[in-house]
């Protein structure tokens, strides 16, 4: 029946002498590519003036003012305590009730199924300036204003349609044998959909996850407009701590911003074990 | 195992799901039946913020302003936050609460306030231009009065008259922005370039740029353009006319003379800068400054702060003809909408921050230009040890001081016709770059833009 | 009967959550924007848009196409920018995750590493590119120097050269969509690999005719993601240029139009938001149809 079968990391297929050649060339590429910024971010942000020497020089001198600043000065943990329940609950509860939609869209034909898709899709494209203030007066109607629930329902409808469309077609690539199959087991719809459906999509729901908090854990937009009470900002205010209007401290800036992509970089580090076995888990194709 | 566990947590979310459902049932159901719903939100977000603020029934006046800096980054921040705190304190016992609060977006709040009809309290637009639509619906109360029958003419300075909109005042900003530029003396002398202060035409100013590229070492350059370029056009035009920098911009100004004459003079001495001494922010030009590598920075008095790490002698200067730019911008604006007491405290505020003890502090201690004309920078200059203070002082009374004071044409022209200028400017700091056609386009581009 | 009516009980139930974020969040300005891209409505009547007359309701529209001088500008850029993406990425992305599916040694570190970049903030990517790109000391000046010392100008101000410049800035960072890709070649059946090799379909061949088919609607996710982060690229341009020699987006003219300007233009603005949402549907349709899996019969059952 319906089992699932694990599927070890490497695939029984033989890797020839010049295709290895080649994924290596590949790896490398890439590996240079992604750290480039990265690096010169770490670099530069051991340089006290960073605008007299910008390039891919070494610092003369190890100068850790910024992070000095960022980790004594400025109480981040509170930042990364609100970012991590905003993004994290908002992630929680847009997936749910996103995969639930695409599930529905990708696997049923109903009236109306076209007309659902084309407005959430639709919503990729609503200018925020023009979003902003309708939400603002939602917000405020409803005495969320300067709240985490507040923000937590932003980042609940915030960029729904990149999760839909990610969730929806991981559930169209499922074979309808499975669903058949289970029915003529006795299961319902619910039981279709917790039992089947789910298990199989974990890894179109981890990826549209990973990309709607990663998203969240960078929002400022939102969260400098509704959030007042400095108790309540969320990571990003510790990048505006860095610009006034008359300069810009890009040793702290730089400092803040390494400081700030360590957690999700750990995180997914670390759910890298189970991110993998969501990937190959669901391995049950016609 | 995994499999129960799965559904749990699947259970939990829809569980999840369905309280987020209803609770957002019900705030829609809020947003239509908006009017009387709308009141007693407020009410009861009032009624915690005064419960928050243990004073019973009270009423509260509260404050934004964009402060929020902490010590470590931006010390100004709580110098001013200190500020706002002790005339909190000193009307404690009054009958409206006064309460600072600093914010991220202040202007962000202020749009979408003004949006849906309403205004906050009282804030601080440190700077920023009151967006017309507040002034059109006549969400922001008038000052004039007030200042007149106090007789505060001469503490709140060019508020008077820059700010004032048909006769009416409604916004006055303690620290004014005002820009000259500093140079590089020594850099100066060695290139035998003649100093700023002997410039009385942009043909005198192009002549020492001309030196300092020819007589400087390798990696020198004249000025930082860009951001400054559009500073240099700014005093230009209102050295030409002064009337053209006090109203809104307007087609015959963009079709004038003197704008072609400004636009093409500092396009020109751009281009011969060079591109890569062009930047939309001057601040990214203060190491080379600091470094001697630039010799002339276009940047505003605040500056005087940033030259600890100069070995050289740092001038302040004004631009050709003996003009400076100096321009409050939007600052203290009060709501049109509160209460007697209310708006009677927010006005004993504005009052506060431009007298001469607190005028004094903004000077001393944020080392900014305060808008009171009543203090004498200085005398008090005279009276501290402090070097940045001392070279403020030289740097203010010298823009304070000069043949004509220019508003700034961000403040009357709008935001938009500034990106646009600039952007032309900085596209013509690119060697073989067509200056006539880049300034057809702009005149263009900028008719288009206030249609 | 009864199971027809369980079903839509359960299509609704379903349909709930998404479509009440939907309706108060999105429904009401969408619907605004449409309206008042028929109206007058900027600063001097912000709380009560007018409606222009019979024979002037296109008003906005005729301003945004033949008066307002970035419009046409931002939507070459934006089609471009959408197009290039869609070009470079969809590649890029197929290639990576093919090679790291093959579990090689260090492939699982390179993953890791290719992911970070998609960790850091455009804004803050923004930045950082903007002093990489310095004209004095940036070290991708250092590079064109090399090649040719006489070089001088500042290439974030040189029209074409800029388009290129931003490109860059973000085209080969896609990280989060190799993993997604990557997910769904490790759940193809080894048999069909077992099958194909039979048949013999090896290296190329074996992905041109068993891989690539396989994932075709994950393809056209990553092609749609591409092609409406190309479409709607903000942050770069506004960090990079803020607009100059040529490079405005459209995402960047609607919010100049409605929050940079003193005038504060929202019907305006929000006529190019209809446009752009018009077009950014378009795309999405187009790249629907284009990768549209004609051949694959396992597709979700639809007739359930």
Not at chain 1, 219 to 246: G, H, N
Not at chain 2, 337 to 361: C, H, I, N, P
Request: proline content about 3%; glycine content about 8%.
């Amino acid at each position: 029946m319906i089992g699932k079968r694990k599927i070890k990391n490497s695939n029984p297929m033989s890797v020839q002498k010049g295709e290895a050649v080649f994924a290596y060339i590949v790896m490398a590429v890439i590996c240079v590519i992604a750290l480039f910024p990265i690096v010169w971010v770490v670099m530069s942000s051991f340089k006290e003036d960073l605008l007299a020497n910008p390039g891919f020089a070494l610092p003369d001198n190890i100068y850790l003012g910024g992070y000095i600043k960022v980790f004594t000065q400025l109480g981040i943990t509170r930042y990364f305590a609100n970012s991590f329940i905003c993004a994290t609950l908002g992630t929680i509860l847009s997936m749910t009730a996103f995969s639930m939609a695409a599930y529905v869209v990708a696997r049923y034909q109903f009236k109306g199924r076209g007309i659902i898709t084309a407005c959430i899709m639709a919503t990729m494209f609503v200018p925020p300036a023009a979003l902003t203030f309708p939400v603002y007066n939602l917000i405020k109607n409803a005495g969320l204003f300067n709240t985490r629930m507040g923000l937590i329902f932003i980042y609940t409808c915030y960029e729904i349609a990149v999760s839909f469309m990610v969730i929806r077609n991981y559930f169209a690539t499922i074979p309808e044998e499975l669903e058949e199959a289970a029915r003529i087991d006795g299961c319902n719809y619910l039981q279709i959909f917790l039992k089947i459906m789910l298990p199989i999509a974990r890894p179109g729901i981890f990826t549209a996850a990973v990309l709607h908090w990663l998203k969240l854990w960078n929002e400022f937009y939102w969260a400098s407009l509704i959030i007042v009470d400095r108790e309540k900002m969320t990571v990003p205010a510790i990048l505006s701590q860095f610009t006034t209007s008359f300069q810009t401290d890009y040793n702290g800036l730089l400092s803040a911003i390494v400081v700030i992509v360590i957690p999700p970089i750990l995180l997914f580090t670390f759910s890298s074990k189970f991110f993998v076995e969501a990937l190959s888990g669901g391995a049950v194709k016609g | 195992m995994k499999k129960r566990i799965i559904s749990m947590g699947l259970a939990l979310s829809l569980l999840a799901g369905m309280l987020v459902g209803c609770g957002g049932s019900k705030s829609s159901a809020d947003a239509v039946s908006e009017e009387a719903v709308t009141e007693t939100a407020e009410a009861a977000t009032e009624a915690t913020e005064e419960a928050k603020a243990e004073s019973g029934d009270k009423e509260v006046l509260q404050f934004y302003h964009a402060y929020f800096h902490d010590e470590a980054t931006w010390p100004v921040a709580p110098l001013m936050r200190q500020i706002y705190q002790e005339f909190a304190d000193a009307h404690a016992d009054g009958p409206v609460t006064f309460e600072a609060i600093a914010v991220e977006d202040v202007l962000g709040i202020v749009t979408n306030e003004v949006a849906g009809g309403s205004f906050p309290d009282m804030v601080d637009f440190a700077g920023n231009e009151v967006p017309l639509a507040a002034i059109t619906q006549e969400l922001v109360y008038d000052m004039k009065d007030f200042i007149d029958a106090e007789g505060l003419q001469s503490k709140v300075g060019i508020n008077y008259t820059m700010n004032m909109v048909d006769g009416k005042l409604y916004t006055v900003h303690d620290q004014l922005t005002t820009l000259g530029l500093w140079y590089n003396a020594d850099a100066y002398e060695a290139a035998g370039a003649a100093t700023p202060d002997t410039w009385k035409t942009y043909e005198d100013m192009a002549a020492s740029m001309e030196t300092l590229r020819a007589g400087g070492a390798d990696g020198i350059y004249a000025y930082s353009a860009g951001q400054g370029s559009i500073r240099l056009f700014n005093a230009y035009i209102g050295l030409l006319n002064e009337e053209y920098a006090k109203s809104a911009l307007t087609e015959d100004i963009i079709n004038s003379e003197e704008f072609a004459t400004a636009f093409k003079t500092v396009a020109a001495m751009d281009q011969a800068n060079g591109s890569a001494n062009a930047s939309d922010n001057v601040g990214d030009f203060s190491s080379d400054f600091n470094a001697g590598k630039c010799c002339t920075f276009l940047n505003g008095v605040w500056g005087a702060g940033g030259f600890g790490d100069a070995t050289f002698e740092v001038r302040p200067a004004v631009y050709p003809g003996n003009v400076s730019l100096s321009a409050p911008g939007g600052g203290l604006t009060i709501s049109s909408g509160l209460s007697e007491a209310q708006t009677a405290l927010a006005l004993e505020f504005v009052k506060y921050m431009t007298s001469d003890e607190v005028q004094e502090r903004i000077f001393l201690e944020i080392n900014a230009n305060p808008c009171n004309t009543d203090i004498d920078l200085n005398s008090l200059a005279a009276g501290s040890d402090n070097d940045t203070v001392k070279l403020l002082a030289e740097a203010c009374s010298l823009a304070n001081s000069a043949d004509k004071i220019v508003n700034t044409t961000n403040y009357v022209w709008g935001s938009d016709v500034q990106t646009a200028i600039i952007n032309k400017l900085i596209e013509c700091s690119v060697k073989g770059t067509d200056i006539e056609a880049k300034l057809a386009e702009l005149q263009a581009e900028l008719t288009a833009l206030i249609g | 009967m009864k199971q027809r009516r369980n079903k839509a009980i359960f299509i609704t139930l379903f349909l709930i959550p998404a479509c009440l974020c939907f309706l108060m969040f999105y429904a009401y300005p969408i619907l605004q924007i449409v309206v008042t891209s028929f109206c007058k409505w900027d600063y001097t009547n912000l709380s009560s848009p007018q409606f222009y007359g019979v024979g002037e309701l296109l008003t906005n529209y005729k301003y945004i196409f033949t008066e307002y001088p970035y419009f046409w500008e931002a939507l070459k850029n934006s089609l471009c920018w959408a197009l290039v993406g869609v070009v470079i990425q969809v590649p890029l992305t197929l290639v990576v995750a093919i090679v790291l599916s093959k579990g090689l040694r260090f492939s699982k570190f390179a993953r890791n590493v290719y992911i970070v970049p998609s960790v850091i903030s455009s804004a803050a990517m923004g930045l950082i590119f903007l002093q990489l790109y310095n004209a004095r000391y940036g070290p991708i000046q250092q590079i064109i120097q090399k090649f040719s010392p006489d070089f001088t100008d500042s290439i974030l101000l040189m029209e074409g050269i800029n388009f290129w410049a931003i490109v860059f800035a973000y085209v080969f960072f896609c990280g989060t969509t190799t993993i997604m890709l990557l997910g769904q070649i490790h759940s193809i059946a080894p048999e069909l690999y077992e099958a194909g090799k039979i048949d013999g379909a090896k290296g190329l061949k074996r992905e041109l005719y068993i891989t690539i088919p396989l994932v075709m609607p994950t393809i056209k996710t990553v092609a749609t993601l591409a092609a409406t982060s190309g479409f709607l690229l903000y942050n770069e341009v506004f960090f990079l240029t803020n607009g100059a020699a040529g490079t405005k987006s459209i995402t960047y003219i609607i919010r100049e139009l409605a929050i940079t300007s003193s005038r504060t233009q929202y019907a305006r603005a929000n006529t190019i938001g209809v446009v752009q949402i018009v077009i950014g549907l378009l795309l999405v349709a187009v790249i629907n149809f284009a990768f549209s899996e004609k051949k694959i019969k396992n597709r979700g059952g639809e007739k359930a």
